[in-house]
């Protein structure tokens, strides 16, 4: 599984709560990415990371802010959660960027109720 | 807007059958992914087609990308239960943060 682990792996909250999901990868590659997987959109790209404490936005980056303070780490939050942010949301790292192939974790199935 | 379609959405087939998915653009791509999802579980790639024409197999799969690199298909010989799950592709649009992804095959084959 290209050693990423996605915390939690469910996770029921509130509309307005604040939730933050995490990513840890154990490959100390530089690239990571947050995608977001729903019914009749497919993957869609949230945030990337390209290196510590260096980040970029993707097509559907609004709500969504992202921290990378450790390799290891890239953490995606949701300030004030919508229930249109309900989804499953998968971490992704590749070794090269570029849109190089990407080794994805398990996900995080968020229901915002 | 770079967009990829795949058909057919949805396919239901028997052990044993082959079947064809298709991944197709109006643009073109420098390259192009597959990758297989299971439920609960996140994509895996398969395999990446680069040059136009180019053609690879991985045991019963084979994966053609167009002489345009413009669109890409997947098939598979004798299918088995093993193979049932979600079938995606994926473009690199050029940019960086602009890989492309299709909304997906979802194969199911019954024994």
């Known amino acids: 599984d290209a050693g990423i682990t996605q915390s939690p792996r469910h996770k029921v909250t509130e509309t307005g709560t604040p939730v933050t999901l995490r990513c840890h990868q154990t490959e100390n590659h530089r690239y990571m990415y947050w995608y977001r997987q729903d019914p009749g959109h497919g993957l869609r790209l949230i945030h990337y990371?390209?290196?510590?404490?260096?980040?970029d936005k993707g097509e559907v980056s609004d709500g969504y802010s992202v921290s990378r303070s450790k390799t290891e780490d890239f953490l995606l939050t949701l300030e004030s959660a919508t229930s249109s942010q309900t989804s499953v949301y998968f971490c992704?790292?590749?070794?090269?960027?570029?849109?190089?192939?990407?080794?994805f974790g398990n996900g995080t199935r968020l229901t915002v109720t | 807007t770079q967009l990829l379609e795949q058909s057919p959405q949805f396919l239901s087939i028997q052990e044993g059958e082959n079947l064809t998915v298709y991944c197709n653009s109006s643009?073109?791509?420098?390259?192009l992914q597959w990758y297989r999802q299971e439920p609960g579980e996140g994509p895996v790639l398969l395999v990446t087609?680069?040059?136009?024409?180019e053609v690879k197999k991985l045991k019963r799969l084979t994966f053609q990308f167009g002489d345009a690199r413009k669109d890409s298909s997947l098939h598979i010989t004798a299918a088995q239960p093993g193979d049932t799950g979600l079938y995606l592709c994926?473009?690199?649009?050029?940019?960086?943060?602009?890989?492309?992804f299709g909304k997906g095959t979802k194969l199911s084959v019954k024994p």
């Open positions: 994926a473009g690199d649009g050029g940019s960086q943060g602009n890989l492309i």
């Open positions: 643009s073109v791509f420098s390259s």
């Open positions: 087609v680069v040059t136009g024409g």
């Open positions: 990371s390209y290196g510590v404490k260096d980040t």
């Open positions: 992704a790292i590749s070794l090269t960027g570029n849109n190089s192939p990407l080794h």
